[in-house]
């Protein structure tokens, strides 16, 4: 099986900063009259004060995709929106190190996000099966704090072209949040606190199997964690530095050798740990309800 091709992209968004200011004015009124129109018994106006703790993750938008290969599935969500308005969002690998970037939103535009996503129907927990019944797509994972709960909404396979419903006003949200809330100006690099290092085995980049496999002196890299991502471990502190180093001078599907294994190597993923994540264990998905 060929590999799944390394670094997609998965946000495509454009940029309303480079847009006049009524355009941006008419697509906010537009998203927000849509999707309110849809939900006739609620607005999203009527939402609670959302959180203002900026460790707090508020609204999380993650994409799962069949037949990925690692790299893709250790990327960050496509958006996490934590207390306050801070926004997180991946930036492609440099190397075998999975970068992020991160802004701030307006207090006007953290609210209107936050009521946005309340008149979607983000504000329960339900799973949304594939009408058509196919057996290969994708699964969007949305959750969203209200009210001191954090609620899950899986959708299977979003994006058909005759959506209705609620999967339609899931949809139409993921767009309202491309175009109002992920720029792609430049924005500042996300450092975090922790990272992980992820071991996994079985794959290859084109060509990258015929380099030399290396020896791993950090540990031993199966002895971590099992998380649905492979094995983990986890830095901190100033030990970030030089793993993110390590990471961004490796190609990505170099293989490693730990511990007692002495061929067939494994990859290393090093991926940075989100404000809410402390540890491997939050790398697992998390259950709908």
Known sequence: MEPAPVGRRHIR?????????????????????????????????????PPSDPNTLVLQLH?????????????????????????????????????????TLSPDRYRQIYRLAHAAGLARSRHLPDPEKTTDGTLLVAELRSAEHLHT?????????FEIGARRRIAEFRR??????????????????????????????????????????????????????????????????????????????????SGEKRSGGVVVLIRPLLPDEDDCADLNRRPPG
């Open 176 to 257: 309202t949040v491309q175009q109002l809330a992920v720029p792609t100006d430049p924005t500042t690099d996300y450092q975090p606190d922790r990272v992980a290092v992820l071991a996994t085995g079985g794959w290859f980049v084109g060509g990258i199997s015929r380099i030399p496999e290396r020896q791993w002196a950090d540990g031993d890299l199966l002895a971590g964690v099992r998380t649905d991502l492979g094995e983990c471990t986890t830095r901190s502190g100033a030990a970030v530095p030089g793993i993110e180093a390590l990471g961004r001078g490796t190609l990505l599907g170099t293989q490693w050798l």
């Open 63 to 103: 994409v799962w995709r069949s037949m990925s290969g690692p790299p893709e599935l250790a990327e960050l969500p496509e958006f996490s929106l934590y207390g306050g308005g801070r926004v997180i969002v991946g930036n492609g690998w440099d190397g075998s190190l999975h970068r992020a970037r991160k802004l």
């Open 13 to 49: 968004v454009r940029s309303l900063a480079r847009l006049s200011g009524l355009f941006s004015v008419v697509v906010a009124i537009i998203s927000a009259g849509v999707l309110t129109g849809s939900t006739p018994n609620f607005t999203g106006l009527d939402a609670p004060e």
């Open 153 to 161: 909404t899986t959708v299977v396979s979003l994006g058909r072209r």
